[in-house]
């Protein structure tokens, strides 16, 4: 969801103990009475559907354990328990059901194909996924569906020329799927106006069809983007509206934690809420969420405390690298040498804009400033529109002093501080 870039890495550059900004002073947006329900409610809709759907395909398979139809659904009732619960094991237990399904499947390769690259995606194996749907594409395969993964997956590993290839390809104004996907190109560019259209209108279709979890993706997502723009009672409205159909939804509980904290300054109410879907949900960022808001109130204790926690948790090997980013992140202050080595084999996995950018950040935290600059000019400036790039590219420019353009783009950046939250905000004023 939000993006915590950048948090403990610029304690060098700006003091960490300086004493927090006073509260701004803005509207009340979030109500307790409106969400309070769902916070510790008993409605897991989410889990116990997953777990229905997982133990029902188990009890088939397991009277047939070469029942090919299973798999695949098995398979998907452990991903829906990813998604619900966080546990890392329930992706690797759906990687090896795919994986045998596309083995003794006769007819429905390309099927399992894409499911199994949907699993990539959620382990950030990019490049694996890009390589076993070129390979589905070229041979007997839904065409269709298959080029909506194709886009998926390019845009990840920013080719974004395949990706409008792919993007024409299935070109549909009517076409739910279509639209979600052209409102996140128009993002990529820049547009949020035309990528909140886009939404709005992939909306209207998932409320004219009573899709539920089509509408629940909708709700959500649209709520990011009109918190991006600035609309922050109608992402609450949202994120309120998508609880109503999925009580027990974490990614926009999270979403309502970062408006209490990002907008209202409110650290002991997000902490309240975020600590309400970490007791069914496990997942690490949680923790940088937590360590972010504990910089903001001044306490290194907790500070390091919850950045522990990260570390720790991650440091499973299922996670592989899911988590390189957040990583990299947290050793450019710690262990800049580190985050160096750890950056450039992520340029490795996906060589994106966003992933340069921390590339950028180890070479200045490294002192190699002219680096970092090079790495700024050639793969970042002119490639996105993410506030957290624009604000390495700001360090960068100002550490080889190019002041000329950091005055533009710290202007850009005062617009984004609900985005960035209020720690970047605070440093972004002081560049």
């Known amino acids: 969801m939000k993006k915590i870039l950048i948090l403990f890495a610029l304690c060098a550059f700006f003091s960490c103990d300086e004493k927090k900004e006073s509260k701004e002073d803005t509207a009340k947006i979030t109500h307790k009475e409106d969400y309070n329900k769902y916070l510790f409610t008993s409605d897991n809709s989410a889990y116990k559907a997953a777990l229905s759907e997982k133990d029902f395909w188990n009890k088939r398979l397991a009277a047939d354990s070469s029942g090919v139809g299973d798999l695949g659904p098995l398979a998907g009732g452990y991903s829906a328990l990813f998604d619900a619960t966080g546990n890392v094991e329930n992706l690797q237990k759906a990687e090896l059901l795919q994986k045998k399904a596309i083995e003794i499947s006769a007819t429905n390769k390309d099927g399992y194909t894409r499911a199994l690259a949907k699993t990539y995606i959620s382990q950030h194996r990019f490049k694996e996924a890009k390589q076993i749907l070129e390979e589905s ?42 639209l979600i996907r052209v409102s996140k190109w128009s993002d990529y560019k820049g547009d949020l106006d035309a990528a909140i259209k886009y939404m709005e209108k992939a909306k209207a279709i998932a409320e004219s069809g009573g899709n539920k979890s089509l509408k629940v993706w909708s709700y959500s997502n649209i709520a990011d983007f009109y918190g991006h723009a600035g609309r922050i009672d109608d992402a609450y409205t949202y994120y309120l509206k998508t609880l109503e159909l999925e009580p027990d939804n974490r990614y926009v509980k999270k979403g309502l934690a970062w408006i209490a904290y990002s907008y209202e300054k409110d650290t002991k109410e997000a902490n309240r809420i975020l600590d309400s879907v970490m007791v069914n949900h496990k997942s690490p960022d ?68 966003e992933t340069y950018t921390l590339l950028a950040l180890a070479q200045l935290k490294t002192e190699n400033k002219e680096d970092a600059l090079q790495t700024i000019e050639t793969n970042v400036e002119g490639k996105t529109f993410e506030p957290s790039a624009q604000y390495v590219s700001a360090m960068v420019y100002k550490a080889n002093g190019m002041q000329d353009k950091v005055k533009p783009l710290k202007k850009e950046l005062s617009g984004a501080s609900y985005e960035l939250g209020p720690v970047l905000s605070k440093k972004i004023a002081q560049l």
Do not use: C, W
């Open 286 to 353: 949680y923790y940088l969420l937590k360590a972010e808001m504990a910089e903001y109130n001044n306490n290194k204790e907790q500070v390091e405390a919850n950045q522990n926690k990260f570390a720790d948790m991650v440091s499973d090997s299922l996670y592989g690298g899911m988590y390189n980013t957040y990583l990299i992140e947290l050793y450019t202050d710690t262990n800049p040498e580190k985050a160096l080595t750890l950056a450039k084999q992520e340029i490795n996995n996906r060589a994106t804009p």
């Open 137 to 178: 594409y070229k041979g007997v395969s839904n065409k269709h569906e298959t080029e909506f993964m194709l886009f998926d997956v390019f845009m990840e590993l920013a080719e974004y020329n395949k990706a409008y290839e792919m993007l024409n390809k299935v070109k549909n104004n009517g076409d739910y799927n279509y």
